[in-house]
Nanobody, 122 residues
Framework: QVRLVESGGGLVQAGGSLRLSCAAS????????MGWYRQAPGKQRELVAK????????NYADSVKGRFTISRDNAENTVYLQMNSLKPEDTAVYYC???????????????WGQGTQVTVSS
C-alpha cells in the first residue's frame, strides 16, 4: 500500500510565502509523476503543478506561473511546492497526487494525500 502525507499548509497574509511538502511511502516500485491539486469551496479540484520523475519536466496552472515552483527529491520520494506572492484566491485545500506503481501491481495508478489547508488573508 502507498501513502502520501502532506505538510506545510497554514494561514499567511497576501504577498507571503508557504512551502508544502508531500512524502510518498509504502510498497513503491516506481513513481511516474507527482503533483499538487487544489480545491476551493464550491469549486472543482484543479491542477496546480506537476513534475515528471524522469527528466523533471514540469507544468503549472496559468494562475500560478511565476509564483509557484514545484520540485522533487527522488531519493526521498518527496515533492515540494514553494508558493510565493500568495493571493487570497490561492486559498484552498491543497492535495498531493502521485502516479505510482506498487510492487504488487502491474500498472501505475493515482494516489492522493489527505489535503492541507492554505488560507491567504487580504
Amino acid at each position: 500500500q502507498v501513502r502520501l502525507v502532506e505538510s506545510g499548509g497554514g494561514l499567511v497574509q497576501a504577498g507571503g510565502s508557504l512551502r508544502l511538502s508531500c512524502a510518498a511511502s509504502g510498497r513503491i516500485f516506481s513513481i511516474n509523476a507527482m503533483g499538487w491539486y487544489r480545491q476551493a469551496p464550491g469549486k472543482q479540484r484543479e491542477l496546480v503543478a506537476k513534475i515528471i520523475t524522469s527528466g523533471g519536466s514540469t507544468n503549472y496552472a496559468d494562475s500560478v506561473k511565476g509564483r509557484f515552483t514545484i520540485s522533487r527529491d527522488n531519493a526521498e520520494n518527496t515533492v515540494y511546492l514553494q508558493m510565493n506572492s500568495l493571493k487570497p484566491e490561492d486559498t484552498a485545500v491543497y492535495y498531493c497526487n502521485g502516479n505510482i506503481k506498487e510492487f504488487s501491481l502491474y500498472r501505475f495508478r493515482d494516489y492522493w494525500g489527505q489535503g492541507t489547508q492554505v488560507t491567504v488573508s487580504s
